[in-house]
C-alpha cells in the first residue's frame, strides 16, 4: 500500500523494551473493477515496530511510503483493523 503520512505518535516503548509507533497513511489511486475505473480513497491506520518505527518517527508529515505487512484487529476483541508493518519504502 502506498500513501502519506497524516498522523504520527510519539515514540514509545513497550515493557520488554521495544520501540513502536502509531500512524495513519492515506491512499489514492485508481483501480480498475469490472472493466471501469474506480477511484479509491482510503486511510489506514499502521504500526512500526523498531527500525521501522524509527524510520517513520523521523519523516516529516505528508511523506509518501510504501508499507506491506500483515492486518490483525486492534485490540483482542476490536473490530478495527491495523496495519502491521514488516516493510517501510521512502518514495
Known amino acids: ?3 502519506s503520512i497524516t498522523e504520527r505518535d510519539a515514540l514509545r516503548y513497550t515493557p ?3 520501540a513502536l509507533v502509531n500512524f495513519r497513511i492515506a491512499h489514492e ?6 472493466g ?3 477511484q479509491v480513497n482510503a486511510e489506514l491506520a499502521c504500526l512500526a515496530v523498531e527500525e521501522q518505527a524509527k524510520l517513520v518517527v523521523a ?3 505528508g511523506t509518501t511510503v510504501k508499507v506491506s ?3 490483525a484487529a486492534k485490540g483482542r476483541s476490536g473490530r478495527q483493523l ?3 508493518v514488516g516493510r517501510i ?3
Open 36 to 38: 471501469a475505473a474506480r
Open 1 to 3: 500500500m502506498t500513501g
Open 69 to 71: 505487512g500483515f492486518l
Open 29 to 34: 489511486s485508481s483501480q480498475s473493477e469490472a
Open 89 to 91: 519504502e521512502f518514495e
Open 16 to 18: 520488554a523494551g521495544i
Open 82 to 84: 491495523v496495519l502491521h
Open 59 to 61: 519523516a516529516p508529515l
